[in-house]
């Protein structure tokens, strides 16, 4: 079945720097691809999705690009700030009545000031 | 701005019980969602309800049932706890499939 793998489970960044969290899928009919963030003792919260017709994706801070070929997809923070610490889980899905969705097992990401 | 609430927030519960989870959105959300997650682990989908009269088994459905009793509820069973399945069990809610979802605070099951 479908395998999401998120490639660094913690990671460590100065303040001010950028953060990279990898991701890799295996399913092909994978379209969709959202991004959760959970701060200690929180539930999860939405912070960036991109779809399959799309190959680049920017809010503020959040870059999140996608290599269908190699069915692997990334998240960019920027300009790293100590509240963006947490643990952030990239997810994929299907659709069009074969619904699927599959999670990372999260990557805590620590901003040192 | 909508909220999600789960009862209870602790369930404790002793192996072999029937144990049920509650969930209520105010968002008018067509879609819901139960998800089980370990510790230190991803989310694992348990059953998703796309519209108020459907219901959909994920891929951990196996010794759960569910039901969405009105567009904004849907509940979780656990039919027979096992102590392997303590974790967190998280509501969430969505205006459709394939869209950014809203979660609840969680209901952490233990079973002893």
């Known amino acids: 079945g479908e395998k999401v793998e998120q490639h660094e489970s913690t990671l460590s960044v100065r303040e001010g720097d950028s953060a990279v969290i990898n991701c890799t899928y295996t399913?092909?009919?994978?379209?969709?691809f959202p991004w959760y963030k959970q701060e200690a003792g929180k539930s999860l919260h939405f912070v960036i999705d991109?779809?399959?017709?799309?190959d680049r994706k920017q809010s503020q801070r959040l870059i999140v690009l996608l290599d269908k070929k190699a069915k692997r997809f990334s998240l960019h923070i920027t300009a790293t700030q100590p509240e963006d610490s947490a643990i952030y889980f990239c997810a994929a899905s299907t659709g069009n009545s074969n619904n699927r969705i599959f999670f990372g097992d999260g990557t805590q990401l620590v901003v040192k000031p | 701005g909508g909220i999600i609430t789960q009862t209870p927030k602790f369930l404790i519960g002793q192996e072999g019980q029937k144990l049920t989870l509650k969930c209520q959105q105010n968002f008018n959300h067509d879609t819901m969602y139960w998800y089980r997650q370990d510790s230190g682990k991803g989310l694992r989908l348990i059953y998703y309800?796309?519209?108020?009269?459907?219901?959909q088994k994920g891929d951990l459905s196996e010794g759960y049932d569910a039901s969405r009793e009105k567009k904004s509820s849907f509940s979780l069973t656990v039919t027979s706890a096992q102590k392997n399945e303590m974790a967190v069990f998280l509501c969430?809610?969505?205006?459709?499939?394939?869209?950014?979802?809203?979660f609840g605070p969680g209901t952490r099951l233990t079973v002893l």
């Open positions: 309800s796309i519209t108020e009269n459907d219901l």
């Open positions: 991109i779809r399959s017709n799309v």
């Open positions: 399913d092909t009919a994978s379209s969709y």
């Open positions: 969430a809610s969505s205006i459709g499939w394939g869209y950014e979802q809203y």
